[in-house]
């Protein structure tokens, strides 16, 4: 069983597009557990309608309100009971395969694991970049430079993962962050090289806007009020390390306490350390490299 979990806040817009490819998915077992934060626009009564249509949809009422996405998804985990776990942004549109390619990739994993694939970007009406995600990671040293997790929506974990970090830090930035560092930390994350899925990119995103075009991607890169570690990251993996720092192996343990103390180094201690602890951007140290040249550290 996969439960997918879906966090709603007015997105009457364009949920019904979503709930379609849901229930038109190849894998069909599946249960879509949706807790909404207070929609103002008529998210509910769509959600009701496909829940009377499909059993397989359970819509939680439970009076809680979450006032955030991060903490409406990670609240929704409590509810969580399959084997198999996704988040579901309530804007996208997922591809008929996009669960049983996920599912096969990650059903013999004997050990706390998460897999993802990656997406076209799309912003209603085409295409505009054939994936999000350009950097693949699969350990601490290429993960924590990235200011960001693996895209919630394209990221399938098991169980075990998942009691693995039961008991949050004092600081979680996004939901997706924080299984993917737990992936990295705790077990396996693996990639797949498809996109399959349409990631949807409008004004109202709950969870923030992705740079996909070229020139956004270029701008990023060249523009110095972006810094190498976002603060916010920066403060989340700290959480995580304090949290979870008895459980680290030695060699973790160093590579999280050299990124920390990264910030502080001079110009030519921080270019020993990425070539001492391997660090990158994904599997890319020059990109790392060239950041320390055109930008501020944090």
Request: hydrophobic residues 40%; neutral net charge; glycine residues 4%.
């Amino acid at each position: 069983m996969i439960d997918i979990l879906l966090a709603t806040y007015n997105g009457g817009q364009y949920i019904e597009n979503q709930l379609l490819s849901i229930i038109g998915q190849q894998f069909k077992d599946w249960r879509l557990v949706v807790h909404d934060d207070g929609s103002a626009d008529d998210t509910l009564q769509i959600l009701k309608k496909y829940q009377a249509i499909d059993p397989r949809i359970h819509l939680v009422e439970d009076g809680i309100t979450c006032r955030s996405a991060v903490r409406n998804f990670l609240h929704l985990l409590s509810y969580a009971t399959g084997d198999y776990l996704i988040f579901c942004d309530q804007d996208d549109i997922w591809f008929e395969s996009k669960l049983q390619v996920l599912y096969e990739s990650i059903k013999l994993v004997d050990q706390p694991a998460a897999v993802y694939c990656n997406a076209y970007a799309y912003n209603g009406v085409h295409v505009t970049a054939d994936q999000v995600s350009l950097f693949e990671r699969d350990c601490l040293a290429n993960s924590l430079f990235l200011n960001s997790g693996v895209q919630g929506c394209s990221l399938m974990f098991n169980r075990r993962l998942l009691e693995q970090l039961r008991d949050f830090p004092a600081y979680i930035v996004m939901h997706d962050h924080y299984i993917t560092m737990g992936a990295v930390t705790f077990g396996k994350l693996n990639y797949i090289d498809l996109s399959l899925m349409l990631y949807r990119q409008h004004d109202h995103n709950v969870t923030g806007h992705v740079a996909t075009s070229l020139m956004g991607r270029l701008h990023n890169l060249f523009n110095r009020a972006v810094p190498i570690i976002d603060r916010d990251h920066y403060n989340a993996n700290r959480s995580f390390y304090q949290k979870f720092r008895q459980r680290l192996t030695p060699e973790q343990v160093e590579v999280f306490e050299a990124y920390l103390k990264f910030p502080e180094l001079s110009f030519i201690e921080k270019i020993r350390y990425i070539f001492k602890y391997n660090f990158r951007i994904g599997k890319r140290r020059t990109v790392l490299l060239l950041k320390l040249f055109l930008k501020r550290t944090i």
